[in-house]
């Protein structure tokens, strides 16, 4: 071998000495934060098949009340098992046949959810096709106001929804929350700044064509922006699937709670359905983000370009 070529062979063997090391230094750290990260959820699968006498002999010190129902301290250990002792389906057979009320909390969490996404998403891509294509004075200001009301945390709006409710008359029933997120301006704001990033010379191009605005909407805007809605699509459904103080404050009935109201609730009570009701309601999120990972990616790192 070349003496020339000696120094340069000995230093790519250090620097590639070195970015392994760096590579099991990332993966180790990695692989530590996922266990981290993944031990409650795997805790929660695993402890909803417990026994309801595992349950209390092992967790409930937690949940243990005084009489006037103020919280017990804790002065001994909470023994926190990842595998039963024996493995039973008892907790799925109370919620799922013998406990209708959780059934009937997961389906409010369904109605809430599901038509919020539909409507907020539709409202949302007509109004940013429309702040991403016209300029104005008017536009900037209205589009302004979207971003300040964004801005502002739920609990600042709370009272004044509270006290529009109770004017409208819809207080108590279901449109108390449909309506204040049908028209959320989330979803308009993410849309339009993804739509801005669209080039005008594709609309323009499909106007010389003879395409109208609604053919330029439906045909360009909404298939180049398909990832963007899916991701904002997936935001929304986690967001109002997980809400908890819109119900409480506008829904007096607990039957009309969704189930992340009543699953703060469980632990009060029968604290051994509370791992199965727990898994039950991380089911649908945790299989939109399996199935939409790839769109959440996709709308995150997007930036206007079309693909060849």
């Known amino acids: 071998m070349d003496r020339n070529m000696r120094p340069l062979l000995r ?3 250090h620097k590639k000495r070195i970015d392994d090391f760096k590579t099991v230094i990332v993966t180790t750290a990695a692989i530590v934060f996922a266990i981290i990260f ?53 907790q799925y057979i109370a919620v799922l046949f013998k406990s209708p009320q959780y059934l009937l909390k997961f389906w409010n969490s369904v109605f809430y959810t599901i038509p919020i996404v539909v409507v907020q998403l539709t409202i949302a891509a007509l109004s940013a096709y429309g702040f991403s294509r016209y300029d104005s004075k008017a536009k900037k ?110 829904l007096p009935d607990s039957d009309m709670h969704p189930l992340s109201v009543f699953l703060s609730r469980i632990n009060t009570g029968e604290i051994s359905l ?11 999120p945790l299989l939109i983000f399996l199935y939409g990972e790839d769109y959440l990616v996709e709308g995150i790192s997007y930036q206007g370009g079309i693909k060849g």
């Open 38 to 90: 993944l031990m409650p959820i795997i805790l929660t699968i695993t402890n909803s098949f417990m026994s309801a006498s595992e349950i209390a002999a092992n967790y409930g010190s937690i949940f243990a009340t005084t009489e006037k129902g103020g919280k017990v301290f804790v002065s001994n250990k909470v023994n926190l098992k990842l595998i039963p002792d024996m493995i039973t389906f008892a």
């Open 11 to 13: 230093k790519y063997k």
């Open 274 to 284: 509370a791992f199965a009701v727990a898994v039950i309601y991380l089911i649908p």
């Open 141 to 250: 200001i209205i589009f302004f106001s979207y971003i300040i009301i964004m801005l502002m945390p739920y609990q600042v709006t709370l009272v004044p929804n509270f006290l529009v409710s109770k004017a409208l008359g819809l207080y108590g029933t279901k449109w108390a929350i449909l309506l204040p997120g049908f028209f959320s301006p989330f979803a308009v704001y993410l849309l339009t700044k993804f739509m801005r990033r669209i080039p005008t010379e594709v609309m323009e191009a499909a106007r010389v064509d003879g395409a109208n605005e609604w053919m330029i909407f439906s045909r360009i805007n909404l298939p180049l922006c398909k990832g963007g809605l899916a991701s904002i699509a997936i935001l929304l459904f986690f967001d109002y699937w997980n809400m908890v103080e819109q119900p409480l404050i506008l």
